[in-house]
């Protein structure tokens, strides 16, 4: 296999996984997401590779730099921030070498939801609280289904990560308030999750957009709304039944 995708991670050049940097480390070719992923992460991890940066690229110019290293034998690596399963544009991507013949593999990354929910230190399923987590965006220069319009998956009152969305706060916040979520609704928003200059802005659906602004926050973040961050706000406990010492489980017996 000479060819992968492979999820850098979130921002933090520690955060890609161990398989991720060693194809890294063997890759005589790299195309990377520039306009996302840290330069100084491909420095590190395929400091003898050819590099090429996708962010000026389009599909066809990119795919011919895989192909050509692919059939000339080299190892390649096209490398993704996050996961690219979200947001990646990668089935188009691999729709084109699936056409040509070339095999690739898929290595997964940690995406910012998870960079995000930890720098909050919060876990996004709590018992009794939410046992749903979406990823969704609202519609921009990209369209959305109509059924997944965020007013619409609003109505579950699930935590919801909206990625892509935070420089049209005002909109996410009024489609928000059209479902489940009330003005008292917690909201986090965390910019830049894992890099140096993270920041975090915490409030509710009623001042989150003017604490946005305040921060000068208007890319790269991504937005967590929902009752688990009451929980943790307020100090309130939901405990999980996996260590109630009154439950008995397939490796713990309640005598």
């Known amino acids: 296999m000479n060819l992968h995708f492979?999820?850098?991670?979130?921002?933090?050049?520690e955060l890609i996984t161990v398989k991720g940097a060693r194809l890294l480390g063997c890759a005589d070719v790299v195309v990377y997401a520039g306009s996302l992923v840290d330069r100084e992460l491909v420095r590190t991890y395929a400091p003898n590779a050819q590099v090429w940066d996708s962010a000026g690229l389009t599909l066809a110019e990119t795919t011919q730099l895989l192909a050509d290293a692919v059939i000339a034998g080299k190892a390649a690596v096209r490398l993704h921030t996050g996961d690219p399963a979200i947001y990646g544009a990668i089935q188009e991507q691999m729709a084109e070498l699936d056409k040509l013949g070339i095999d690739y593999e898929v290595v997964p990354g940690v995406t910012s939801a998870f960079a995000a929910a930890a720098a909050l230190r919060q876990e996004l399923t709590l018992p009794e609280v939410s046992q749903t987590v979406v990823i969704t965006r609202l519609a921009g220069r990209t369209p959305v289904p109509e059924r997944e319009r965020l007013a619409e998956i609003a109505r579950i009152g699930a935590t919801l990560v909206i990625y892509l969305s935070v420089a049209m706060i005002d909109d996410v916040v009024a489609e928000l308030l059209t479902g489940a979520y009330t003005p008292e609704t917690p909201?986090?928003?965390?910019?830049?999750?894992?890099?140096?200059?993270?920041?975090?802005?915490?409030g509710t659906l009623a001042d989150i957009a003017a604490e946005v602004k305040a921060a000068g926050i208007g890319k790269q973040a991504?937005?967590?709304?929902?009752?688990?961050?009451?929980?943790?706000?307020?100090g309130l406990t939901a405990v999980s039944k996996l260590y109630d010492a009154s439950f008995s489980h397939e490796f713990r017996t309640v005598s």
């Open 187 to 202: 909201v986090a928003v965390v910019s830049r999750a894992s890099w140096p200059d993270e920041q975090t802005v915490e």
């Open 6 to 13: 492979v999820g850098a991670g979130p921002g933090d050049a």
């Open 222 to 234: 991504v937005i967590i709304v929902g009752d688990v961050l009451k929980a943790r706000r307020e």
